[in-house]
């Protein structure tokens, strides 16, 4: 089980983007793809056969996911995530800071 699956809310902890909070949108590996985080200029030939005009893209890189932590909405802050076995067998994902269920 990942800790950290798309749609969460995540706070960047490290890099250029550090304190900016987004929905992961992707999970590559142990790369998350987070929106509006870690957006580059990115210079773009045109392509006729595709139809892609040509000119400066603005596009949003991957980021480790190392660099990102789960938001807690309860406490307001980034908080770390563990995983947790119900009594029925099911594994839940929960905050180390207050146990409380990630999903809930």
């Known amino acids: 089980m990942r800790k950290i699956k798309k ?5 960047v902890i490290a890099g250029k983007d550090k304190g900016s909070r987004g929905s992961v949108l992707q999970v590559m590996g142990d790369y998350l793809l987070v929106a509006g985080i870690n957006k580059v200029k990115k210079h773009q ?5 595709k139809g892609l005009t040509g000119g400066i893209v603005e596009k949003e890189l991957p980021l480790h996911i190392s660099n ?3 938001f807690n909405a309860a406490s307001k ?4 995530v563990g995983i947790k ?3 029925d067998g099911r594994k839940v994902r929960v905050f180390k800071s207050s146990g409380e269920q990630v999903d809930a």
């Open 7 to 11: 749609n969460d809310d995540v706070i």
């Open 68 to 70: 990102v932590a789960v």
């Open 77 to 80: 802050k980034a908080d770390r």
């Open 85 to 87: 076995t119900l009594e």
């Open 45 to 49: 030939k045109p392509n006729p056969v």
